[in-house]
Nanobody, 127 residues
Framework: QLQLVESGGGLVQPGGSLRLSCAASGFTLDSYAIGWFRQAPGKEREGVSCISRSDSITSADSVKGRFTISRDNAMNTVYLQMNSLKPEDTAVYYC?????????????????????WGQGTQVTVSS
């Protein structure tokens, strides 16, 4: 069974940090682009950051310089390091995987057409 499981969310004060993890089971992440998304109450889901099969990174302007995505293929896990958190970062964070064939291994990633999704982890930034 193909599964993604997020962890690492929680309550943090403004200016604090969290590291989210996205662990895959049933498949290996090295053939996939991985994206992190978030959805705040009353808002549409938005792409936060993604890492391509060739490890190129695309990030939303709102998180550039604060959030860093990385992957550890040996652990079959992708991380989202979030620093300098702001109240507006409060949301449920999801990771998702999109299969990338070898023909497109050098392509950059985006925030559409993801195949598998995790269940989400809550991040709350509040004093």
């Amino acid at each position: 069974q193909l599964q993604l499981v997020e962890s690492g969310g929680g309550l943090v004060q403004p200016g604090g940090s969290l590291r989210l993890s996205c662990a895959a089971s049933g498949f290996t992440l090295d053939s996939y682009a991985i994206g992190w998304f978030r959805q705040a109450p009353g808002k549409e889901r938005e792409g936060v950051s993604c890492i391509s099969r060739s490890d190129s990174i695309t990030s939303a302007d709102s998180v550039k310089g604060r959030f860093t995505i990385s992957r550890d293929n040996a652990m079959n896990t992708v991380y989202l390091q979030m620093n300098s958190l702001k109240p507006e970062d409060t949301a449920v964070y999801y990771c998702a995987a999109r299969f990338i064939s070898v023909s497109f291994v050098q392509s950059t990633c985006g925030f559409t057409r993801y195949d598998y999704w995790g269940q989400g982890t809550q991040v709350t930034v509040s004093s």
